[in-house]
């Protein structure tokens, strides 16, 4: 089963969370291709600037690196936006069982921060992938 059939109304702006990242810079890439407005909101701590590269020249692509961590990086990043796909996080277990203090702020407390930041500008859809 594709999503080649699903649309947006056409100034659709979304925000994509860990958009450097895999499956961030995919989703960046296919709304793109669908003329959609995209920002990519990512620290780069795991996401690749090679993958944010790709789409600079892109006038509909705006590229945030920042954390969110930070309330404020967050509600400034959704300022404007419908859609938000929370891609960022943090994985491996083996690595949050030696940092677990740092995995819950950036995992728990950033996608808290993510929707807390995406009820106060009335976002529509908040998409979060585990």
Request: glycine residues 8%.
């Amino acid at each position: 089963m594709g999503y080649e059939n699903i649309t947006f109304e056409k100034d659709s702006v979304f925000l994509v969370t860990g958009g450097a990242g895999f499956i961030g810079s995919n989703l960046c890439e296919v709304l793109l291709d669908k003329g959609y407005i995209v920002r990519c909101l990512d620290d780069l701590s795991n996401g690749k600037q090679a993958n944010v590269d790709l789409f600079l020249d892109n006038p509909n692509y705006t590229f945030i690196k920042d954390d969110i961590r930070n309330l404020d990086v967050c509600i400034k990043a959704c300022k404007g936006v419908q859609f938000v796909l929370h891609q960022a996080a943090w994985g491996s277990v083996p690595r949050s069982i030696e940092m677990p203090l740092l995995y819950e702020e950036i995992n728990i407390r950033g996608t808290l921060n993510m929707m807390e930041a995406a009820r106060q500008n009335g976002v529509i859809k908040f998409v979060y992938a585990s």
